[in-house]
């Protein structure tokens, strides 16, 4: 069996105040004299005022750790907020590092009011005035922040998908990391931002079974496990299947694969996956005989292996992804932008655990030999975490 395959690790609270590695606390001055303290900052408060579709897309887990959470609803102020970033980007030079401040002390859903602050109170795009003032990874990585999250996934899976022979790797990554509920936001958003029907779209563009199977866990629903007990008997009828049948009929049969897979909890999957090894003995892992064989699709296997790791441990899938992104010929920028983007405000904190447990190396010292510049800061600001984790950025007053 795979020696860093560990069981899902019991539920895990965020760190209280003080108790956080960095130990700091610290406070953000705005233009006014009024301050966003971090000790304000409770996951809580992000549900305030915030619209239905935002609220179905927040994190169902509490016992996961983000890195942003965005100040409490009190002291959220767009509009001071929107004063910093347009004194950052109007000058003779670029503050980056006050963007990068500013960005990240907010949540995805207080991004967006700052951006409407900025529009009201100067007619002018906040994204528009990046794109003229920034450039590179960093300005790619401020376009991800400040979209709309569902609307992010949504693109990302649409340039997933819409190359017929194209990458279908980010399209099973959301398919397989997001909740029930967040996949039902995305194919709204889907339909909203390019007026096609998500499920359509996959039939039409992903041939085979592939498609088939890609559309069953984008478009099906799912339990979300929550507060659920695993049902010992389908779990061990689920475990007895997959033992006895070759991973090629798995990677063919879209009958059986919605059966083992398409509605149940990632938690019973995990459970089912764990049982099948026990029950292999002295064969490979399943997840190791997947990966060996080479008589199924590759985008199969993939799939088929991605379903193994996610449903053990999400967190630990992504720390995997993550050093993978930095280990080839050319890092995956693009890849290093989604997770640590999607990921800031459900697990990240987490993942980077993860990452040093596995790697025995800090994701953040990993990061430093992979970016640079202005990049650099943005992407290690977001994993080392704001104020919801009591590491928030020194900002001076202006």
């Excluded at 398409?262 to 892992?285: A, C, N, Q």
């Excluded at 993550?322 to 693009?334: C, E, G």
Aim: neutral net charge; glycine residues 4%; aromatic residues 6%.
């Amino acid at each position: 069996m795979q020696t860093d395959k560990i069981n899902k690790p019991p539920p895990r609270r965020a760190p209280k105040l003080g108790q956080h590695p960095t130990n700091r606390r610290v406070t953000m001055v705005l233009s006014t004299g009024s301050s966003l303290d971090s000790e304000s900052s409770t996951r809580r408060s992000r549900s305030l005022n915030m619209p239905m579709m935002y609220q179905m897309y927040e994190s169902q887990y509490d016992d996961l750790r983000g890195t942003v959470y965005g100040p409490s609803s009190p002291d959220f102020h767009p509009v001071q907020a929107s004063e910093i970033l347009r004194k950052s980007l109007h000058g003779l030079e670029t503050n980056d590092q006050m963007i990068i401040d500013t960005i990240l002390l907010h949540n995805n859903f207080q991004r967006q009011k700052i951006l409407n602050a900025y529009e009201d109170m100067y007619n002018r795009n906040l994204v528009d005035d990046l794109e003229e003032e920034t450039g590179g990874y960093f300005l790619e990585m401020c376009q991800a922040l400040l979209k709309p999250a569902h609307n992010y996934d949504a693109q990302n899976l649409y340039k997933s998908i819409s190359n017929r022979y194209g990458d279908r790797s980010v399209a099973i990554e959301i398919a397989c990391t997001r909740s029930a509920r967040q996949l039902r936001v995305i194919k709204e958003a889907y339909q909203t931002d390019y007026r096609k029907s998500l499920e359509k779209e996959i039939i039409v563009k992903v041939e085979g079974v592939i498609g088939k199977m890609l559309s069953l866990l984008l478009c099906s629903n799912r339990e979300d496990g929550l507060g659920r007990k695993i049902n010992d008997e389908l779990m061990e009828k689920h475990a007895q299947v997959i033992a006895t049948t070759p991973v090629e009929e798995l990677a063919k049969n879209v009958q059986l694969f919605e059966e083992l897979f398409i509605g149940h909890s990632w938690k019973h999957i995990g459970t089912v996956f764990d049982r099948v090894d026990e029950l292999r003995h002295e064969s490979h892992d399943i997840e190791n005989t997947i990966r060996r064989n080479k008589n199924i699709h590759s985008e199969i296997r993939l799939l088929l292996l991605t379903i193994v790791r996610v449903s053990r441990n999400t967190q630990l899938y992504f720390a995997e992804k993550l050093r993978n992104t930095m280990t080839v010929d050319r890092p995956d920028h693009s890849a290093i932008i989604r997770i640590c983007v999607t990921r800031s405000e459900i697990d990240l904190y987490d993942i980077a655990e993860e990452y040093k447990r596995k790697y025995h190396r800090a994701l953040d010292h990993d990061i430093s030999q992979t970016c640079s510049g202005d990049y650099l800061r943005l992407v290690s600001s977001l994993i080392n975490g704001t104020t919801g984790n009591n590491n928030g950025f020194i900002t001076p007053e202006i």
